[in-house]
């Protein structure tokens, strides 16, 4: 078979692939606090990681628009999890970062996604495991 016969049924399971992608999402926004938008989960995931940022870091980082990027703080400070503080670099400047309370949810559902991972490629070849990543960031790479 060539690599077009295989076409249709690559881009099925890339819809489905979307769908469960957007579903998941949704619950481990959910996870985190009942009020966080699922667009905003990569936000809470980036800050667990870098720290406290400054919104044009983080706009380029979730490669999202300015404007975007400030509507997602706003709801995520009004919920609780981050919160603006000064720059101590430039007293012009804020920075986003979580809030403690933030800090540790967003930790326990990181390590509860982990967990997830390991119980589902837990049976995989690690050969395997590692041509899907190789694959998934040829596929990322391309222009699709």
Avoid at 32 to 40: E, I, K
Avoid at 127 to 136: F, G, N, Q, Y
Wanted: proline fraction near 5%; glycine fraction near 6%; charged fraction near 35%.
């Amino acid at each position: 078979m060539s690599a077009e016969e295989y076409l249709p049924a690559l881009e099925e399971e890339m819809r489905e692939l979307g769908r469960r992608t957007r579903l998941r999402t949704r619950e481990l926004a959910r996870a985190v606090h009942p009020r966080l938008d699922p667009t905003a989960y990569p936000l809470v995931v980036l800050l667990s990681k870098e720290g406290a940022m400054r919104m044009s870091a983080i706009a380029g980082a979730l490669s999202l628009d300015k404007s975007t990027v400030s509507r997602q703080v706003d709801a995520v400070v009004r919920i609780g999890l981050a919160e603006r503080v000064p720059d101590p670099s430039d007293a012009r400047a804020r920075l986003v970062v979580l809030t403690e309370d933030g800090r540790a949810k967003v930790a326990e559902q990181l390590a509860d996604q982990a967990r997830r991972w390991r119980e589902a490629l837990g049976g995989w070849n690690p050969d395997d495991v590692a041509e899907l990543t190789r694959l998934l960031h040829r596929l990322g790479e391309s222009d699709l």
